[in-house]
């Protein structure tokens, strides 16, 4: 036990090794089971050239962004002191960043390899049985989620390692120690940034495709989805890779990165006697996230059916809780063997108990979330039955009733993290708080493994179309897509929880940092801060749907041109031009998720440094808000119209009547479908980035702007007022009452 003890830190970045390796045979696994026949092949072969085209010019894009960046970080660590005061960061941040920007990318990466060569292979593990296609689906989706959880917990954890050494940290209250944690920070700008235009550029691409199919090929050419003469059909396929797959992969690289890092800055304020010289407040989530990747491992044996007839979300959601229940009993060791009796941070003193109740609050959280979102996104549940209904009298009613489903679907969820808030800052503090957002994420593996699990079934379908296999074969596809839908919106759904918890501890370490006590809106610029902070989900939202909706008409343009002027295409006696559709998609994508991106990355700075860290503060208060309600309305809203068009795929009764493909109220749902598309899968899960990334900015920023915080005191002035009144009783004796005993503390 003395040897874990005194090792223990070196344990944590190989826990993240351990999930590595794992990956790496599970994806030896996929690439080892049967690719199809030729035709499957050379489909599977578009979407994999296409993806890996798109991943290239980003990479392009973000390499010029990511050197400027760094470039700007490094000139800021050489800063040693601002009108006497000590800043505590170096050169070495600008390292820190890169190395997180190329972490975020791989991980990225790995899921879309990994998506590009289970897709195929699902296909043909349909052709045998759905239990087979399961296995091949989800083993390619595992891949990613231990890909990305062992990177995070790799490069945290090494990084760690090697700042303490290179800054000779002797002690967690040093000097030295934060500037290792400040530096450490740069690893998760990096992350988050790289997230960010990701997942933005990711789901302006695969909405452009997939708007652009919908509307040609379903609705005017009345062919299915993903047939072979659409000329946007390979661009949609890609699109599922490089947003859903690639996008989420980064993105939840950064928030796993962004949870892991804040409660560590606010364990790092934290006094404590234990066995880790004092550092077990700060290594106990990354323990705990270590930990998570190895229960995730345990988790996906639990997914597999029996037959045709089994519950594919069944399977998933047993792999899920099982791993959030052993995560759960584990936690409960490892806070009472690292932490000490009882911990205080800014006064508020707790138990290592009460640790372990936050991390049960960030666990039940996070479930409470998956299950709410499933029923508002789930086909046959009541949201999207509702849909469906109204799709019998037209597209207009059909819109109605998504709207009004994605807005009904915040309540619970948003009373949920309240409910969490002041449950873990009841046990803990503002560290419970933190520490509630690491024991959601610790699960990270399981929860990317079920998410990815979805694009892998859609292009599964997709390349089972396109060969023209046999209708069981699509029949197993679409079970599995049909559940993806769901899960994909649940992965959403716990991305935007983990990163509400997430914000917050980064917000409360930005303020500790920043020198300030407290926010207060009462004042007129700290108000407008929250307003401006309030606005910004509306217009990043507003430029990413407007983006696809540019991209879009550029592709439905390129479609109709194609089959107007390509003569054979709807005989199959000629091949569409696939590649001119990846071209728009691609240029698109590159092009629109600039201003985004700017938004999130400038206006934290712009306004730190010109109103201070108090305005900052509402600004970021105000973004975190309607951020996450836009996140869970949007995310859920096309999550559900999604389901309820491919409802009538298998047949919905509305009124006592039968309806299928190609009937009118089938044609409404295409059209909720489509307007739902880049709510979901562009600027809806692009929300947890853009609140979690402006707090990063903050973070960063708050040692520059603190000098703000102390010249921009007001003078204080105290007034004591004590009114006493004096009455004589019947006997004469003078009897005194205090009216008033006030002190008050007034600005001037």
């Not at 809780?321 to 936690?331: E, H, M, N």
């Not at 691609?586 to 108090?614: N, Q, W």
């Not at 900052?616 to 208060?621: H, I, N, Q, R, T």
Request: glycine share 10%; proline share 3%.
């Amino acid at each position: 036990m003395n040897f874990l003890q005194n090792n223990l830190i070196y344990c944590i970045p190989a826990l993240g090794l351990v999930g590595i390796i794992v990956m790496m045979i599970k994806s030896a696994w996929v690439n080892r089971q049967d690719a199809g026949d030729k035709n499957m092949q050379e489909l599977a072969g578009h979407i994999a050239d296409g993806a890996m085209a798109f991943l290239k010019a980003e990479w392009k894009v973000l390499s010029i962004f990511a050197v400027f960046t760094a470039a700007l970080l490094a000139y800021s660590g050489t800063i040693t002191e601002i009108k006497g005061i000590p800043m505590h960061s170096s050169w070495i941040i600008s390292i820190s960043f890169i190395i997180g920007a190329v972490f975020s990318a791989t991980a990225g990466y790995i899921g879309m390899k990994s998506a590009t060569k289970a897709n195929v292979r699902t296909t043909q593990a349909a052709r045998t049985s759905l239990k087979k296609a399961l296995k091949v689906s989800f083993t390619g989706g595992t891949v990613m989620g231990l890909g990305v959880a062992g990177l995070a917990v790799l490069g945290l954890g090494g990084l760690f390692i090697a700042f303490l050494k290179h800054f000779n940290v002797v002690s967690v209250n040093s000097t030295e120690m934060k500037t290792a944690i400040e530096v450490l920070t740069g690893f998760s700008l990096g992350a988050e940034s790289i997230a960010l235009f990701a997942r933005v550029g990711g789901g302006i691409y695969t909405k452009a495709a997939d708007v652009g199919a919908d509307l040609v090929g379903k609705v005017e050419a009345g062919i299915p989805e993903d047939d072979v003469r659409n000329p946007a059909t390979i661009a949609d396929n890609v699109g599922d890779n490089v947003g859903d797959v690639a996008g989420m992969g980064a993105d939840l690289f950064g928030s796993y990165v962004a949870t892991i890092l804040a409660t560590m800055v606010l364990g790092q304020e934290i006094n404590v006697t234990d066995n880790f010289g004092g550092m077990s407040p700060i290594l106990l989530p990354m323990v705990i996230c270590g930990l998570g990747i190895i229960f995730s491992i345990i988790g996906t044996w639990f997914v597999t059916i029996k037959d045709e007839k089994s519950n594919v979300q069944h399977a998933l959601n047993l792999g899920n809780w099982s791993s959030i229940v052993i995560t759960a009993i584990a936690s409960f060791f490892i806070v009472k063997w690292m932490l000490p009796e009882t911990l205080n941070l800014r006064g508020y003193e707790f138990s290592s108990i009460n640790v372990f109740y936050a991390i049960i609050v960030g666990l039940v959280v996070g479930t409470i979330m998956s299950v709410v979102t499933e029923y508002f996104t789930a086909m046959g549940k009541g949201p999207v039955n509702s849909i469906i209904q109204q799709s019998s009298t037209g597209h207009a009613t059909n819109i109605i009733a998504g709207l009004s489903v994605g807005m009904k679907s915040t309540v619970i969820p948003i009373l949920v993290l309240a409910g969490g808030i002041m449950a873990s800052y009841h046990f803990a503090g503002l560290y419970g708080v933190a520490i509630a957002a690491a024991g959601m994420m610790a699960t990270t593996a399981m929860q990317l493994a079920i998410d990815a699990f979805g694009p892998i079934a859609d292009n599964a379908g997709g390349i089972a179309e396109m060969s023209q296999l046999p209708p069981e074969v699509r029949e197993r596809t679409d079970n599995l897509d049909a559940v993806g839908n769901t899960t994909a919106a649940t992965g959403k759904g716990f991305a935007i929880a983990s990163a509400a918890l997430t914000s917050l501890a980064l917000f409360a370490a930005f303020v500790g940092i920043a020198g300030i006590t407290a926010i207060d809106i009462y004042k007129a610029p700290v108000l407008a801060g929250l307003f401006v902070g309030g606005m910004i989900p509306f217009i990043f939202s507003a430029l990413c749907i407007q983006a696809v909706g540019k991209a879009a008409m550029d592709m439905v343009q390129e479609v109709r041109r194609q089959f107007r002027e390509i003569p054979g295409i709807m005989e199959y006696k000629a091949k569409p031009e696939y590649e001119k559709c990846v071209a728009i998609s691609t240029k698109a994508s590159i092009r629109e998720m600039m201003m985004p991106g700017a938004i999130a990355l400038i206006t934290p700075v712009i306004v730190g440094f010109t109103f201070g860290p108090e305005v900052l503060g509402g600004l970021l208060a105000g973004v975190t808000v309607t951020g996450v309600l836009m996140g869970i309305f949007q995310s859920n809203a096309g999550g559900a119209w999604d389901n309820a068009k491919k409802s009538f795929e298998q047949g919905v009764m509305i009124n006592g009547e039968m309806h299928y493909k190609k009937s009118e109220p089938h044609k409404a749902s295409v059209t909720g479908d489509t307007v739902g598309d880049p709510f979901k899968d562009t600027s809806g899960p692009s929300m947890n980035i853009l609140i979690k990334l402006m707090s990063i900015v903050s973070l960063v920023i708050a040692p520059y702007i603190a000098v703000k915080a102390i010249e921009g005191e007001h003078k204080q002035e105290v007034r004591k007022e004590i009114r006493i009144e004096q009455k004589t009783d019947a006997l004469g004796n003078i009897k005194t009452d205090t009216l008033i005993n006030t002190t008050d503390t007034l600005s001037r």
